[in-house]
C-alpha cells in the first residue's frame, strides 16, 4: 500500500516566498501536461503496483488555478488510473479567490474530501507585501462556497514572521482563523529560499524581519491559542480537533511510501527516493516517448532510512515509535542511538518512556538543533 502527491505547477500570480516548482499558467500547455500526468501514474503503477492508495494530495503550484473541465479531466484520469477507497483522505490545496462552487463541485464528485488553503494572513497590507493576490474577504467568501457545498473538513495555513510584522499583528490574524472554526491548521514561520524575490531583497538589505526572539514568541502564541481551542499540535507546524490531522503529511512523518507524480515532484518508494524533472518541457518529453520522467533516484542505505526515520519522526509530538523502529531496521534505538538520545535527554530536547521518543516542549522550539545530531554521516 501506498500513497500518492500529484504536483500541479500552475500559478495565477507568483509569490515572492514560495520556491516550490511553479510556472504562470498563461500559454501553458496545461491539457498535454494533464494528459502526460495521467500517463506517468499508469507507467508507475506498473513499476510499483500498490492494491490501494492510502491518500491522495493534490498540491502545487494551485491546483484550482485550473478550469472546472480541466478540473474534470485530471480527477477522472486520477479515479481511473489510482485505486482508491473513497474512506480514504484525498486532500486537493486551494487559494482562496480561485476556488468557484462549480470547481468545488467537481472535486466532491471524485470524492476529493479534504481540501488545504493558502490564507498565510488575515492582513491584506501584509498580504500585499509577500505577493499573495487575495485578500481577507476572499477567504470569507471561500468560506461561504464551503458552506453551500456543505463542505467542512478544510484547513488552513499561516505563515508568522513575516516582513515587518509585529507580535500583535499576527496574534489577530490567529484570532481571526480560530473564529472560522476549522478543523485543522497549519503554522510556519517565512524561510527565505534561494532564488526567491525575498531571498534576493534580504541579500540586498530591502526586507526588513522580525527577530529570532519575536519569532519564537510568535510561534509560542500559536500553539497556547490552537490549544486553548481544542486543536492539538501533533507535528511541529500542525494543529488539528482529534481525528483530523492530516493522513497524508502523517505519511511523511512516518516516513513511509508514496508515489511521487508530475513536474518536480519527488517520490519514495522501496529503498529508493527519486525526483522528476521540473520544467514542463523536460518533464513532457520523456512521457511523449512512454518513460518515466525521473531526473535523480537515491538509493538509502540502512543508515540513511535511520536518518530519516528519526529527523521526520520527531517532528510529531508523540515522537518516535521505539518498537517500530526495532521491528523496520532489526536494531534497537538503543543500540544505534543511545548516546545521542542520552544527552538530548540530559539537554531537556528529548524525553523517553518505554514506547516513544519525543521531542519536550523546549525541543520543540529547537527542532532543527535536535534533528541534525541524528546525522550519523
Known sequence: MTSAYIHIPFCEHICFYCDFNKVFIEGQPVDEYIEALIKEITLTREKYPSEDTETIYIGGGTPTSLSAHQLDILLKGIRETLPFDEKNEFTVEANPGDLTLEKLRVLQNYGVNRLSMGVQSFDDRLLKKIGRKHTAQDVYDTMKIFEAANFNNVSI?????????TLENFEDTL???????????????????????FYNWARQGRLHLPGIDVEGDMFELAIDKMTKAGRKQYEVSNFAKPGKESQHNLIYW???HYYGLGAGASGYLGNIRYKNHGPIQHYLKPLKENKLPTITVEELTLENQMEEEMFLGLRKTEGVSIQKFEKKFNHSLESVYGNVVKQLITDGLLEQNDE???????GLILGNDVFKEFLMS
Not at 157 to 165: E, G, K, S, V, Y
Not at 180 to 194: G, K, Q, T, V
Open 157 to 165: 495555513d499561516l505563515i508568522f514572521a513575516l516582513p515587518n510584522q
Open 175 to 197: 484570532n481571526k482563523a480560530l473564529a472560522l472554526d476549522l478543523p485543522h491548521y497549519s503554522m510556519y514561520s517565512l524561510i527565505l529560499e534561494n532564488k526567491t524575490m
Open 254 to 256: 512516518n516516513n513511509e
Open 356 to 362: 516513544w521518543l519525543a521531542l519536550t516542549s523546549k
